[in-house]
């Protein structure tokens, strides 16, 4: 071998020893010196990578490419730290309640009718979701061709810093072994594994009740080869045509800071260097819609010049539909987020959550009711389409006037895997501060509708279990909680009623969103395989909006996953090994 040979392979090793062990000079959240507001960022500026969305693909993405390269993270929202609305857990639900213009959580409301929240913090949707941490199974990891072993040291290298093991209440037990008792098995213990049966998953608080979020993941990146912006909303991806090359090529972005002033941002000069979209289910595929890469008519309808006709962009959009049962308890029960889930054969995930967080948060006067709190539109009330703004808040206004005792007890909640039902995003206006119109479909596909409802007769089951007995009124039956689950906001005091709801109904009329969107840009469709945007150059997509079914349970894991994993890739590529 010869000498420039050998050192090529030392060279190669070291870089190895440094994607996965990080540099020295790594810095703690939250006093990240590469972190700063979008008003002090220059007015034109050159790196290899520019990284738009600092969200839970955004922020590991960008930390392990600043470890070979400069990059910049454009993030459109703020910091997560300091904001106990985010950092405590007894406060979860009061961000997505929060519709002020400077809100960690940008409220939509798709066309079906239900409420939704997409996410505008450093570190995306971690900083507002209840914060289960679970992998994806190794059959989706096979079907989306991904390397096993990558996978699973990005999954190790994102573990080490945002998850740690719950440790089980009263109420998570009781439904964990109500899952046992009515045959959803085996009990695979802790673990972040997705297996079918029932397990104990992971959670990104720890046990101070303190949320570690995809921000966290930053304290790997080289602070000498990062650049954090914050309050930066990117307008529009540039693009030029270089000779007699018919593609068009990335090769920079204009964004705004919080005062509206006008930035533009260039890769530098090199073939490998790149623009990555990871602004999530909606923002990835109305930031490529507003560049001009879409379906031609619906761009030209905005006035938006074409680049690529790409009509597949903003399709396959889908949501994971939740449908929870409310059941009062006569003893008091802890607060608890989601810590168990019965996986079952038949394709709906059962959890629970509980407790007081329906108490006043710590920075309000008023209650937050947690996960399911009409504030944030989880309103079983009324049918999805009548969820207007006065219904909920008539509802909050009712709930504020119960007595607590009223509200003591807890959910148990089920989602279907997939979904089979898919739906379509569009541009609004050509505003980025806009939601755009998204439509999701549930329960379009029958298959769909019925694992809500084998779903929703498993609950049945281990709500009338004798594991679960203790926290349930012996004369309240079944038919009774999932009718005063469908006729109230949250619960009443216990009462009886004399007819059932078909499921069928309850499934439609109390369907609520567990924050699982995704699709919009997916592999096959808008991207290739390698996440780069098919017809276009340098122009990479790598989040959520990419995938065409829900990793796992709960998808955060796996999209903190994809950007560590992709991220490692991009740099092998680019150091040529």
Same mark, same amino acid.
Request: neutral net charge.
């Given at each position: 071998?010869?000498?420039?040979?050998?050192?090529?392979?030392?060279?190669?090793?070291?870089?190895?020893?440094?994607?996965?062990?990080?540099?020295? %000079?790594?810095?703690?959240?939250?006093?990240?010196?590469?972190?700063?507001?979008?008003?002090?960022?220059?007015?034109?500026?050159?790196?290899?990578?520019?990284?738009?969305?600092?969200?839970? %693909?955004?922020?590991?993405?960008?930390?392990?490419?600043?470890?070979?390269?400069?990059?910049?993270?454009?993030?459109?929202?703020?910091?997560?730290?300091?904001?106990?609305?985010?950092?405590?857990?007894?406060?979860?639900?009061?961000?997505?309640?929060?519709?002020?213009?400077?809100?960690?959580?940008?409220?939509?409301?798709?066309?079906?009718?239900?409420?939704?929240?997409?996410?505008?913090?450093?570190?995306?949707?971690?900083?507002?979701? %209840?914060?289960?941490?679970?992998?994806?199974?190794?059959?989706? #990891?096979?079907?989306?061709?991904?390397?096993?072993?990558?996978?699973?040291?990005?999954?190790?290298?994102?573990?080490?810093?945002?998850?740690?093991?719950?440790?089980?209440?009263?109420?998570?037990?009781?439904?964990?072994?109500?899952?046992?008792?009515?045959?959803?098995?085996?009990?695979?213990?802790?673990?972040?594994?997705?297996?079918?049966?029932?397990?104990?998953?992971?959670?990104?608080?720890?046990?101070?009740?303190?949320?570690?979020?995809?921000?966290?993941?930053?304290?790997?990146?080289?602070?000498?080869?990062?650049?954090?912006?914050?309050?930066?909303?990117?307008?529009?991806?540039?693009?030029?045509?270089?000779?007699?090359?018919?593609?068009?090529?990335?090769?920079?972005?204009?964004?705004?800071?919080?005062?509206?002033?006008?930035?533009?941002?260039?890769?530098?000069?090199?073939?490998?260097?790149?623009? #990555?979209?990871?602004?999530?289910?909606?923002?990835?595929?109305?930031?490529?819609?507003?560049?001009?890469?879409?379906?031609?008519?619906?761009?030209?309808?905005?006035?938006?010049?074409?680049?690529?006709?790409?009509?597949?962009?903003?399709?396959?959009?889908?949501?994971?539909?939740?449908?929870?049962?409310?059941?009062?308890?006569?003893?008091?029960?802890?607060?608890?987020?989601?810590?168990?889930?019965?996986?079952?054969?038949?394709?709906?995930?059962?959890? %629970?959550?509980?407790?007081?967080?329906?108490?006043?948060?710590?920075?309000?006067?008023?209650?937050?009711?947690?996960?399911?709190?009409?504030?944030?539109?989880?309103?079983?009330?009324?049918?999805?389409?009548?969820?207007?703004?006065?219904?909920?808040?008539?509802?909050?206004?009712?709930?504020?006037?119960?007595?607590?005792?009223?509200?003591?007890?807890?959910?148990?909640?089920?989602?279907?895997?997939?979904? #089979?039902?898919?739906?379509?995003?569009?541009?609004?206006?050509?505003?980025?501060?806009?939601?755009?119109?998204?439509?999701?479909?549930?329960?379009?596909?029958?298959?769909?509708?019925?694992?809500?409802?084998?779903?929703?007769?498993?609950?049945?089951?281990?709500?009338?279990?004798?594991?679960?007995?203790?926290?349930?009124?012996?004369?309240?039956?079944?038919?009774?909680?999932?009718?005063?689950?469908?006729?109230?906001?949250?619960?009443?005091?216990?009462?009886?009623?004399?007819?059932?709801?078909?499921?069928?109904?309850?499934?439609?009329?109390?369907?609520?969103?567990?924050?699982?969107?995704?699709?919009?840009?997916?592999?096959?469709?808008?991207?290739?395989?390698?996440?780069?945007?098919?017809?276009?150059?340098?122009?990479?997509?790598?989040?959520?909006?990419?995938?065409?079914?829900?990793?796992?349970?709960?998808?955060?894991?796996?999209?903190?996953?994809?950007?560590?994993?992709?991220?490692?890739? #991009?740099?092998?590529?680019?150091?040529?090994?």
């Amino acid at each position: 071998m010869s000498t420039l040979g050998w050192w090529r392979l030392v060279y190669a090793a070291f870089a190895g020893f440094l994607l996965f062990h990080g540099f020295s %000079a790594s810095e703690n959240a939250p006093n990240y010196s590469f972190m700063h507001n979008a008003t002090s960022a220059p007015f034109l500026s050159y790196y290899d990578y520019i990284v738009v969305g600092g969200g839970t %693909a955004g922020c590991p993405l960008a930390a392990t490419l600043s470890h070979r390269a400069n990059v910049l993270l454009l993030e459109r929202g703020g910091s997560p730290y300091g904001d106990p609305n985010i950092t405590k857990l007894v406060n979860f639900g009061a961000s997505l309640s929060d519709l002020s213009p400077w809100s960690p959580s940008q409220r939509f409301i798709s066309t079906d009718g239900v409420i939704n929240s997409r996410a505008r913090v450093l570190g995306g949707g971690s900083c507002l979701n %209840a914060g289960f941490y679970t992998r994806a199974s190794p059959e989706y #990891i096979r079907q989306a061709g991904w390397d096993g072993r990558l996978v699973n040291q990005s999954y190790e290298w994102v573990e080490k810093l945002v998850a740690f093991e719950p440790h089980l209440g009263h109420w998570q037990s009781a439904v964990r072994n109500g899952l046992l008792e009515v045959g959803v098995v085996p009990f695979n213990g802790f673990t972040f594994d997705h297996i079918n049966g029932t397990k104990v998953g992971g959670t990104i608080f720890d046990e101070q009740g303190n949320r570690h979020t995809a921000a966290d993941l930053l304290e790997y990146a080289n602070p000498r080869g990062l650049t954090v912006l914050l309050y930066a909303t990117v307008q529009k991806i540039l693009f030029r045509f270089r000779g007699r090359r018919s593609r068009p090529e990335a090769y920079g972005v204009i964004f705004r800071d919080g005062s509206g002033i006008e930035h533009r941002a260039y890769l530098k000069y090199g073939f490998k260097n790149e623009i #990555i979209i990871s602004a999530g289910a909606l923002g990835s595929p109305q930031l490529l819609m507003l560049s001009g890469v879409g379906q031609v008519a619906h761009l030209r309808a905005h006035n938006i010049p074409v680049v690529l006709d790409q009509p597949l962009v903003g399709q396959g959009m889908c949501d994971n539909p939740m449908n929870a049962v409310f059941v009062p308890s006569p003893i008091p029960v802890e607060v608890s987020l989601i810590e168990v889930v019965g996986i079952t054969h038949f394709g709906s995930y059962i959890e %629970a959550a509980s407790g007081e967080t329906f108490s006043a948060s710590v920075t309000t006067t008023s209650r937050n009711y947690g996960m399911f709190s009409p504030k944030i539109g989880q309103l079983s009330t009324v049918p999805p389409k009548q969820r207007t703004p006065e219904a909920i808040a008539r509802a909050v206004e009712y709930l504020d006037n119960l007595d607590q005792a009223a509200l003591q007890g807890g959910f148990i909640l089920e989602k279907i895997m997939g979904p #089979i039902s898919t739906g379509h995003l569009e541009l609004q206006t050509r505003n980025p501060d806009d939601n755009p119109s998204v439509t999701f479909n549930y329960f379009q596909h029958p298959l769909d509708l019925q694992r809500c409802v084998q779903g929703i007769q498993t609950i049945g089951k281990i709500v009338e279990s004798e594991s679960f007995s203790k926290f349930r009124y012996d004369y309240m039956s079944w038919p009774g909680l999932v009718n005063m689950t469908e006729h109230s906001p949250i619960n009443l005091l216990p009462r009886h009623y004399n007819s059932s709801i078909p499921l069928e109904t309850f499934c439609r009329d109390t369907v609520m969103t567990i924050w699982h969107y995704h699709g919009g840009c997916q592999v096959s469709r808008v991207v290739d395989p390698d996440y780069k945007v098919l017809g276009v150059e340098a122009l990479r997509v790598i989040d959520g909006s990419t995938f065409n079914y829900s990793p796992g349970t709960n998808p955060q894991a796996t999209v903190m996953m994809l950007g560590r994993y992709m991220g490692v890739k #991009i740099l092998r590529e680019r150091l040529g090994n």
